[in-house]
C-alpha cells in the first residue's frame, strides 16, 4: 500500500475511534452519577436460637403382651374381634374346662377327708393325753396319737392347696388379656389344641398411647451436647427434652413428645446410643415398626448469630466466605466459621460481630474496596434485573 492509502485509512480510523472513546466515557460519566451500586443486607445480631437434631427412628409399642396358654386342652370358643380394643382381664379364649372341673371335684372330696380324719385323730390325742398322766399307757402311745393328729392337720393343709390349684387352672380355662392394648390377629381357632406354656402365641397385644420412639444417635455427638450443657454453652430449661415428629409421607405428627433416657451403653458395631422418646397416641396414628424422623430439640443457644445460606459462599480451598459492607461503605470479604444450619439459616461461630451488614442480594459482580450502597434485605421483593447474590451457582454448602 503507498503511503497515501495509510494516510487515508488513518483518516477513517480517527472518526471511529474517537465515537468508540466517547461512547464509553459516556457509560463511566452515567455510573458515575447514578452512584455505587446497591445492595441487599442484613445486620447481624445476637439471638437466642433453639437447636435441633434429625434422626431417624423406629416406633416402637409401649407395651407387648404374646398371650399364651397356662393350661392344656381344646379351643372351644374364640371371644374378641381381631384388631379390636381390648381391656386387661377381658376374655380372649375359652378352652374346654371339662377335666379342670374333675380336678376340682376331687381336690374338695380329698379335702373334706382330710378334715373328716382331724376329728378323730384329735379325739384319740386327748384320750391318750390324760391317760399317759396317770401311767395307763406307755408315752409311745401318747407320742404316736400326737403325731397322727399333726399329720391329719397337715394333710387337710396340703389338701387346701390342692384344691386351690385346681381352682386356678379351671380358672385358666378362660385366657384373658394380661394388659389394654390393640389385639392382633389370632394365630389359633375354634378346635385347636392349646399346651400349656406353648412356644407360638395365640395373639399378641400391643399397647399404643403412648408409644415409644427408638432413636439412633452417635455416642460423639452426645458427649459434645452433655459438654456444652455443662460448659453453659446450651441452655434445657426446666422439665425433660421436647421431641418432634416427621412421618414417612413428609407430614408432621401433630403432638410433641419429650425425651425419656439414653442408653448407658454404646454399640460398639456402630458406635451409636438409642435414644427413647415417648409420644402421646391417642388416635393410634403411630404404629409399631414404622419409620420416622425424630427432631430432638437440644437446647437454647444465646447470644447466636445466623447468617442467611444465600449470603455465604465458598472460596477455592472450601472456606465459608461472605461480604460485608464495612464502616466506610466500601466492600469487606469475611472469612467465616459455620457449625449447622437452622432452616434457611447458617449459625456462625466465628468471622463476624454484632452489628456487621452482611451483603444477601445484589453481590456478584462486586469486588473488595468498592464501594456500595447498602438497603435493608427485603425476602419479599424480587432482585434487581441484573443483580446477583453471593454463593449462587456455588455448590451446596457443608458445616464446617
Given at each position: 500500500m503507498t503511503y497515501k492509502g495509510y494516510a487515508f485509512a488513518a483518516l477513517l480510523f480517527l472518526p471511529l475511534a474517537a465515537c468508540g472513546g466517547g461512547k464509553e466515557a459516556a457509560q463511566q460519566q452515567q455510573q458515575a452519577q447514578a452512584g455505587p451500586p446497591q445492595v441487599g443486607v442484613v445486620t447481624v445480631q445476637p439471638q437466642s436460637v433453639t437447636l435441633t437434631t434429625t434422626?431417624?427412628?423406629?416406633?416402637?409399642?409401649?407395651?407387648?403382651?404374646?398371650?399364651?396358654?397356662q393350661v392344656s386342652g381344646l379351643i372351644t370358643a374364640?371371644?374378641?374381634?381381631?384388631?379390636?380394643?381390648?381391656?386387661?382381664?377381658?376374655a380372649l379364649y375359652r378352652i374346654d374346662p371339662q377335666p379342670y372341673v374333675t380336678q376340682v371335684a376331687n381336690a374338695r372330696a380329698a379335702l373334706a377327708r382330710a378334715r373328716a380324719a382331724i376329728a378323730s385323730t384329735s379325739a384319740l390325742q386327748r384320750r391318750y393325753g390324760e391317760l399317759v398322766k396317770i401311767n395307763a399307757i406307755s408315752r409311745q402311745d401318747y407320742d404316736n396319737a400326737l403325731t397322727q393328729a399333726q399329720q391329719a392337720q397337715a394333710d387337710v393343709a396340703a389338701q387346701s392347696a390342692a384344691l386351690r390349684s385346681a381352682q386356678i387352672d379351671l380358672a385358666r380355662t378362660t385366657v384373658r388379656a394380661p394388659i389394654s392394648g390393640r389385639i392382633?390377629?389370632?394365630?389359633?381357632t375354634t378346635g385347636a389344641l392349646a399346651t400349656a406354656g406353648q412356644a407360638n402365641a395365640l395373639t399378641t397385644i400391643q399397647r399404643l398411647d403412648p408409644i415409644y420412639v427408638d432413636v439412633p444417635q452417635s455416642a460423639a455427638d452426645l458427649l459434645k451436647l452433655r459438654q456444652k450443657i455443662a460448659a453453659g454453652d446450651l441452655s434445657r430449661g426446666g422439665g425433660a427434652a421436647r421431641v418432634r415428629l416427621r412421618l414417612d409421607d413428609g407430614s408432621v405428627y401433630?403432638?410433641?413428645g419429650t425425651l425419656q433416657f439414653a442408653d448407658v451403653s454404646v454399640d460398639p458395631a456402630t458406635g451409636t446410643q438409642t435414644i427413647r422418646a415417648l409420644f402421646p397416641n391417642p388416635r393410634a396414628l403411630l404404629l409399631p415398626g414404622m419409620y420416622v424422623r425424630a427432631e430432638l430439640v437440644e437446647g437454647t443457644q444465646a447470644n447466636a448469630m445466623l447468617v442467611p445460606q444465600r449470603a455465604?459462599?465458598?472460596?477455592?480451598k472450601g472456606n465459608a466466605l461472605a461480604m460485608v459492607?464495612?464502616?466506610d461503605g466500601k466492600v469487606q470479604p469475611r472469612p467465616l466459621t459455620t457449625s449447622r444450619t437452622i432452616g434457611d439459616d447458617w449459625l456462625v461461630t466465628g468471622g463476624l460481630k454484632p452489628g456487621d451488614k452482611v451483603i444477601v442480594e445484589g453481590g456478584m459482580m462486586l469486588r473488595p474496596g468498592m464501594?456500595?450502597?447498602?438497603?435493608?434485605?427485603?425476602?419479599?421483593a424480587a432482585p434487581a434485573q441484573g443483580q446477583g447474590q453471593p454463593g449462587q451457582g456455588q455448590p451446596a454448602a457443608q458445616a464446617k
Open positions: 434422626l431417624p427412628g423406629r416406633l416402637t409399642a409401649y407395651e407387648t403382651s404374646e398371650v399364651r396358654p374364640r371371644l374378641f374381634r381381631e384388631g379390636d380394643q381390648v381391656s386387661k382381664g377381658q392382633g390377629r389370632s394365630v389359633a401433630p403432638i410433641e455465604v459462599s465458598r472460596d477455592e459492607v464495612g464502616p464501594p456500595v450502597k447498602a438497603v435493608p434485605y427485603n425476602p419479599n
